[in-house]
């Protein structure tokens, strides 16, 4: 009995734990089959089908005039399946070596991936070398590339792509969607080699990205950039920023800073400096604006009727003291006029007179005229400024704001108040974008000057510009270096001190300015310069009135302004415009011959070192091409090349048949009316 007893419970033991085994691998088989069945068919799919993608070319960025700006070109991008290397394996050496690539960096990941690039936007020439070698499993397909044909010129406001031709800032980020088009998206199978091949043909074609024109001109925009950077320069500046506007419009001709970059070149984005030079300081830096600030006083005081440009202010020799602050002067004034405060750029009859508009008012008018909130043009990354709400003024605040300090603004907020005065008195906003068109000519944004609001009427603007005329053509006036010889200026200089970042407090460091409009009678541009931390003098009558100048200068002869005051004899120092006499009229002198602008660089793609002279064929001929045409043909060859001027090509060097030696390097000279010869 008792042995019976025993087997029987060892049946049931056994029995039991049968069933433990039956139900766990029953729970295993429904966790794989139904809860996570579908997960694991997922992950099956994506080992054996992937959708792939065609990229269109990103669509072209001109400037008003239709000139080039920005354009794709497809070059080659090599890569490898090393699965399929078999014996070529230990060749992959000659590869790296041929594409100038370490191939010690990239030996990891050809150890575990199906497949790896190489070398993306490869040279024509590298691709050559490669398929020379030989070598199983390595293989190429084009790409578009992004090309800035003028190398660095309007970069921050252009932007730049990465490399899969995604836009990273600037106008290529904030229209990334229409300007990279519409993909193609088709599906591949793979074996069990991982070998892709296509389900079946596919019949379109990607959609290439829309076309956008600008309101920059690349002539005003070359000038600009040329003046400011040579004026950082003579004042030894850390940096500086310059935007001309169209009064009428709100039009953006030009924006520039100072440092700049180039975003043909990608070798740079690992420089640590990289980060500050492609940042638009124009746009995103609020800067406390000194002393332009009093023609917003100025327009706000005539405009509520609380001071005459006739009325006289004790400016207290130097030093008005307020409760525990003390206001000072850069040169003591006793009585001023108001038209003098503004003239001499006083701060203490500036402060008397945001007195007599008190807190409310005075706020009131800064948000009419655009301050604390963003101007709305088209870019990313635009700051609003700093503008306290004005109840927590106190009237040490009121005092200051009146001369530009405690307030901080940005350049392009700037230069459109003042467009609002040139105007005649309404808010214009500012845009960049005239049109954007789809590939099928199908026109998707459309831009039209908008008026913001009038923010003062007609009189107040003319009696305004009047104090403004008077700063730089009157003896005395602060902005007496902005004045040309064939038009009337009206403007303001600024000389701020800088807060400090670390204590927020102000710092020895200082930023000049001078804001400004001409023709002053019949305004056709508004012109902001500001420089950063100037090493010599820190006034902007001094280190940013001349930059103004000569921006004004070259802004009107290439908008073919005629002269509105006949030339005087020039004093020293002073760049006088070439003029020419015409039917008892002064108008600008068309120079036959001028100087060439300096080259804007284009780097395609490194050259690489050729070790030894080694005899070319002869330099092809370009001539007569469009930019477009040199571009995609001198990449194909593998030249690194210099653009100077816009339209077709006129001029090469070297000249077509030149025998070549060593690296190549071309410069081209376009100009606008297409020849008749093409090669």
Same mark, same amino acid.
């Given at each position: 009995m008792r042995l019976q007893r025993g087997r029987r419970a060892r049946v049931v033991v056994i029995a039991a734990l049968l069933t433990v085994c039956f139900l766990l691998l029953l729970g295993r088989a429904i966790d794989l089959a139904v809860l996570r069945g579908p997960e694991f068919a997922r992950q099956a799919a994506r080992q054996h089908h992937e959708e792939l993608a065609l990229v269109p070319h990103r669509g072209e960025i001109v400037d008003r005039n239709g000139d080039l700006l920005a354009l794709s070109l497809d070059v080659p991008s090599i890569y490898v399946r090393p699965k399929e290397l078999?014996?070529? /394996?230990?060749?992959?050496?000659?590869?790296?070596?041929?594409?100038?690539?370490?191939?010690?960096?990239?030996?990891?990941?050809?150890?575990?991936?199906?497949?790896?690039?190489?070398?993306?936007?490869?040279?024509?020439?590298?691709?050559?070398?490669?398929?020379?070698?030989? $070598?199983?499993?390595?293989?190429?397909?084009?790409?578009?590339?992004?090309?800035?044909? !003028?190398? &660095?010129?309007?970069?921050? $406001?252009?932007?730049?792509?990465?490399?899969?031709?995604?836009?990273?800032?600037?106008?290529?980020?904030?229209?990334? !969607?229409?300007?990279?088009?519409?993909?193609?998206?088709?599906?591949?199978?793979?074996?069990?080699?991982?070998?892709? *091949?296509?389900?079946? @043909? *596919?019949?379109?074609?990607?959609?290439?990205?829309?076309?956008?024109?600008?309101?920059?001109?690349?002539?005003?925009? @070359?000038?600009?950039? /040329?003046?400011?950077?040579?004026?950082?320069?003579? =004042?030894?500046?850390?940096?500086? =920023?310059?935007?001309?506007?169209?009064?009428?419009?709100?039009?953006?001709?030009?924006?520039?800073?100072?440092?700049?970059?180039?975003?043909?070149?990608?070798?740079?984005?690992?420089?640590?400096?990289?980060? &500050?030079?492609? #940042?638009?300081?124009?746009?995103?830096?609020?800067?406390?604006?000194?002393?332009?600030?009093?023609?917003?006083?100025?327009?706000?005081?005539?405009?509520?009727?609380?001071?005459?440009?006739?009325?006289?202010?004790?400016?207290?020799?130097?030093?008005?003291?307020?409760?525990?602050?003390?206001? !000072?002067?850069?040169?003591?004034?006793?009585?001023?006029?108001?038209?003098?405060?503004?003239? *001499?750029?006083?701060?203490?009859?500036?402060?008397?007179?945001? &007195?007599r508009l008190g807190r409310e008012r005075y706020y009131a008018w800064l948000r009419r005229f655009g301050f604390g909130q963003r101007s709305g043009v088209e870019l990313p990354d635009e700051s609003p400024g700093i503008l306290r709400d004005g109840k927590t003024w106190a009237r040490i605040d009121v005092l200051t704001h009146s001369f530009g300090q405690g307030v901080s603004v940005t350049p392009v907020q700037m230069v459109a108040a003042y467009a609002a005065i040139a105007n005649g008195g309404t808010l214009m906003r500012p845009y960049l974008v005239r049109r954007i068109t789809a590939a099928n000519g199908e026109v998707s944004l459309e831009r039209e000057p908008e008026a913001v609001r009038r923010v003062i009427s007609q009189h107040t603007a003319e009696v305004t510009t009047e104090l403004l005329r008077r700063v730089v053509e009157e003896k005395g006036g602060t902005g007496s270096q902005a004045r040309?010889?064939?038009?009337? $200026?009206?403007?303001?200089?600024?000389?701020?001190?800088? $807060?400090?970042?670390?204590? !927020?407090?102000?710092?020895?460091?200082?930023?000049?300015?001078?804001?400004?409009?001409?023709?002053? &009678?019949?305004? #056709?541009?508004?012109?902001?310069?500001?420089?950063?931390?100037?090493?010599?003098?820190?006034?902007?009558?001094?280190?940013?009135?001349?930059? *103004?100048?000569?921006?004004?200068?070259?802004?009107?002869?290439?908008?073919?302004?005629?002269?509105?005051?006949?030339?005087?004899?020039?004093?020293?120092?002073?760049?006088?415009?070439?003029?020419? @006499?015409?039917?008892?009229?002064?108008?600008?002198?068309?120079?036959?011959?001028?100087?060439?602008?300096?080259?804007?660089?284009?780097e395609l793609a490194a050259v690489p070192p050729v070790e030894g002279p080694v005899l070319e064929p002869g330099t092809p001929s370009f001539l007569g091409l469009s930019l477009r045409e040199a571009l995609t043909r001198a990449h194909a060859d593998g030249w690194t090349v210099d653009v100077r001027g816009t339209g077709w090509v006129a001029e090469q060097s070297p000249p077509p048949g030149t025998p070549l030696v060593g690296d190549r390097r071309l410069a081209l000279e376009l100009r606008p009316d297409q020849p008749t010869a093409r090669p």
């Open positions: 078999g014996d070529d /394996r230990s060749r992959l050496a000659d590869v790296g070596r041929a594409l100038h690539v370490p191939m010690a960096r990239l030996q990891p990941r050809i150890a575990r991936e199906p497949f790896v690039w190489l070398k993306r936007q490869a040279l024509p020439r590298e691709l050559s070398s490669v398929i020379d070698l030989r $070598v199983s499993g390595v293989g190429h397909l084009d790409e578009p590339r992004r090309v800035y044909p !003028h190398g &660095d010129l309007a970069a921050h $406001v252009l932007g730049f792509v990465g490399m899969d031709a995604q836009g990273l800032s600037g106008l290529e980020r904030r229209f990334d !969607h229409e300007i990279r088009g519409e993909p193609v998206r088709f599906a591949v199978d793979r074996d069990a080699r991982g070998r892709e *091949f296509m389900r079946g @043909a *596919f019949a379109d074609q990607p959609t290439q990205g829309s076309r956008v024109e600008l309101t920059l001109d690349e002539k005003i925009q @070359a000038a600009t950039e /040329r003046e400011l950077a040579a004026g950082v320069a003579n =004042a030894k500046a850390v940096g500086g =920023a310059a935007v001309v506007l169209d009064p009428t419009t709100g039009e953006v001709l030009a924006l520039a800073n100072v440092p700049t970059f180039n975003p043909n070149d990608r070798g740079d984005w690992g420089n640590p400096r990289h980060k &500050d030079r492609i #940042r638009n300081h124009a746009i995103s830096d609020p800067y406390e604006p000194g002393s332009t600030f009093k023609a917003i006083l100025a327009a706000s005081a005539l405009e509520d009727h609380v001071v005459t440009p006739t009325e006289r202010f004790f400016c207290e020799n130097g030093a008005y003291h307020v409760g525990k602050w003390t206001i !000072h002067d850069s040169h003591p004034h006793g009585w001023l006029s108001f038209a003098e405060v503004v003239q *001499f750029s006083s701060n203490i009859g500036a402060s008397k007179v945001g &007195d040309l010889d064939d038009f009337m $200026v009206a403007g303001k200089t600024g000389t701020a001190q800088k $807060v400090d970042a670390r204590t !927020h407090g102000y710092s020895a460091k200082r930023i000049g300015s001078f804001v400004g409009f001409v023709p002053a &009678d019949h305004p #056709r541009a508004v012109i902001l310069v500001l420089i950063d931390e100037p090493g010599t003098s820190s006034y902007g009558g001094v280190v940013a009135a001349p930059v *103004f100048r000569n921006i004004a200068a070259a802004t009107m002869a290439l908008m073919h302004v005629q002269p509105t005051v006949r030339p005087a004899t020039t004093p020293v120092g002073r760049r006088k415009l070439p003029v020419q @006499a015409g039917r008892g009229k002064v108008v600008p002198a068309v120079d036959k011959n001028p100087p060439p602008a300096p080259a804007p660089h284009v």
